[in-house]
């Protein structure tokens, strides 16, 4: 049986059982194989591939391996994403919009804080998920392999932490999106964009001390919530500005 050999780099072993980290794998296949096949039957999803070569010759998704093929697969980065067609030079090039599964609610609102728009429901189906990435032009954001691997699936990343502060980070890393950021734009509940609205068109929905010390308000025109630069303003400033901090820090190291 025709056999190819696999090197997996840098933190995409982390994506395959500890086992077969760091070191050439040795697969066998039948018939007709595209690299894409060989590379996800490992379970690292496509979205995660930055670049592919075999035998030091750069090739697609589509390559159909041979046999005493070798094969080396780098994770997909800004500076190193040939697949996707998200970014150029390093920068995103479409719009940082995104989609995100049922098990990602806090990371949607971080997101939201962040100015990014972000549709999240707790009830999505796989099948939405992937339909709205295509149709929407969304980014999908999960932690369901799986999902991921589906042909249409051009633009996703797999979400590898599970607490949302580094889930964040993850992210901004991901789409070099730190320099991007525009907090406190967009609702927190249904991830609409804001409009200034005037304090006495709302004086009547507004808590005493709140109208004495709060002149300038936000609305949302879709759920109608109020914002205003309170106490939970000032703690989501400095839960923004660490976040940027540690990303930063990351992106360096």
């Known amino acids: ?10 933190e995409l072993n982390n994506l395959l ?27 690292i999803p496509h979205t995660e591939i930055g670049f592919i070569t075999i035998n030091e010759n750069q090739v697609d998704f589509d390559y159909l391996v041979q046999d005493e093929d070798r094969v080396i697969v780098q994770p997909a980065m800004p500076d190193k994403d040939h697949y996707s067609g998200m970014f150029n030079e390093g920068k995103l090039v479409i719009e940082p919009r995104f989609i995100l599964d049922n098990h990602l609610g806090k990371l949607a609102t971080y997101l939201r ?24 032009n969304r980014i999908l954001l999960t932690r369901d392999r799986q999902l991921l691997m589906r042909k249409t699936i051009r633009f996703g990343y797999l979400i590898r932490a599970l607490e949302p502060d580094l889930q964040v ?26 409009a200034p609205v005037e ?17 300038e308000f936000h609305i949302c025109p879709q759920c109608e919530r109020i914002y205003w630069m309170g106490s939970h303003y000032e703690c989501m400033d400095r839960k923004i500005a660490d976040l940027l901090d540690y990303s930063a820090h990351e992106t360096r190291t």
């Open 1 to 10: 049986m025709p056999n190819v050999y696999v090197s997996v780099l840098e």
């Open 169 to 194: 980070i993850e992210v901004l890393n991901r789409f070099n999106l730190a320099g991007v950021v525009k907090p406190f734009n967009r609702c927190l509940r249904c991830n609409t964009s804001l």
């Open 17 to 43: 059982p500890k086992r077969n980290r760091f070191k050439e794998l040795e697969i066998e296949f039948k018939g007709r194989q595209s690299v894409k096949h060989i590379i996800e039957s490992l379970g």
């Open 113 to 136: 804080i962040l100015g990014f728009d972000a549709i999240y429901h707790n009830d999505f189906q796989d099948d939405e998920l992937a339909h709205n990435s295509v149709d929407l």
């Open 199 to 215: 304090k006495e068109t709302i004086l009547d929905r507004l808590q005493p001390k709140t109208k004495k010390y709060f002149d």
